[in-house]
Antibody
Framework: QVHLVQSGAEVKKPGASVKVSCKASGYTFTNYAMHWVRRAPGQRLEWMGWINADNGNTKYSQKFQGRVTITRDTSASSAYMELSSLESEDTAVYYC????????????WGQGTLVTVSS | EIVLTQSPGTLSLSPGERATLSCRASQSVSSSYLAWFQQKPGQAPRLLIYGASSRATGIPDRFSGSGSGTDFTLTISRLEPEDFAVYYCQQYGSQGYTFGQGTKLEIK
């Protein structure tokens, strides 16, 4: 069955960057896109962007454009999300989720990675 | 960007009652690319409904979705204790995905 396993919790200082990984199994990695979604404490789910795992094309939410980079390694069936210029407001649980580049919802999710930004 | 607005913010009901949750879009959602998720504390969101009205694999039939265009509804026919959670709608068009702000379904 489909599994998405994310890297462990991170603590970062303001201004730093964080990179979270997501390893997929149980399906053909290049047949889908990988999305990244976050939920800050008491806030709604926020869609950050996607990567087409086949061709590497990306699309980012305007809110995170210029600060987020999503990449993938097809040989490792893994996707990565790097967020730069961290602020305390970026403290959140970050999720990867399988989906498409439109037309299919995020159907399987990773377990989440807590990123804490604190001086 | 399509903005999704959910109502009510909090819904207080008892087990056995019927729950009706609303999701309104700022513009028409193409091809009914509208999904509903359930999220419990400490867990990842779980896909319940996609295509506005199709249940995801393994989802009980007490969950149903309806609507088109800009107005969508999630109905839980008879609430079970495990249904009390936060519910989100999501639109998944080719211009990017967005979520509503969530409805918290709490035990009365």
């Amino acid at each position: 069955q489909v599994h998405l396993v994310q890297s462990g919790a991170e603590v970062k200082k303001p201004g730093a960057s964080v990179k979270v990984s997501c390893k997929a199994s149980g399906y053909t990695f290049t047949n889908y896109a990988m999305h990244w979604v976050r939920r800050a404490p008491g806030q709604r789910l926020e869609w950050m962007g996607w990567i087409n795992a086949d061709n590497g094309n990306t699309k980012y939410s305007q809110k995170f454009q210029g600060r987020v980079t999503i990449t993938r390694d097809t040989s490792a069936s893994s996707a990565y999300m790097e967020l730069s210029s961290l602020e305390s407001e970026d403290t959140a649980v970050y999720y990867c989720a399988r989906g498409a580049t439109g037309g299919w919802p995020t159907d399987y999710w990773g377990q989440g990675t807590l990123v804490t930004v604190s001086s | 960007e399509i903005v999704l607005t959910q109502s009510p913010g909090t819904l207080s009901l008892s087990p056995g009652e019927r729950a009706t949750l609303s999701c309104r879009a700022s513009q028409s959602v193409s091809s009914s690319y509208l999904a509903w998720f359930q999220q419990k504390p400490g867990q990842a969101p779980r896909l319940l409904i996609y295509g506005a009205s199709s249940r995801a694999t393994g989802i009980p039939d007490r969950f149903s979705g309806s609507g088109s265009g800009t107005d969508f509804t999630l109905t839980i026919s008879r609430l079970e204790p495990e249904d009390f959670a936060v519910y989100y709608c999501q639109q998944y068009g080719s211009q990017g995905y967005t979520f509503g702000q969530g409805t918290k379904l709490e035990i009365k």
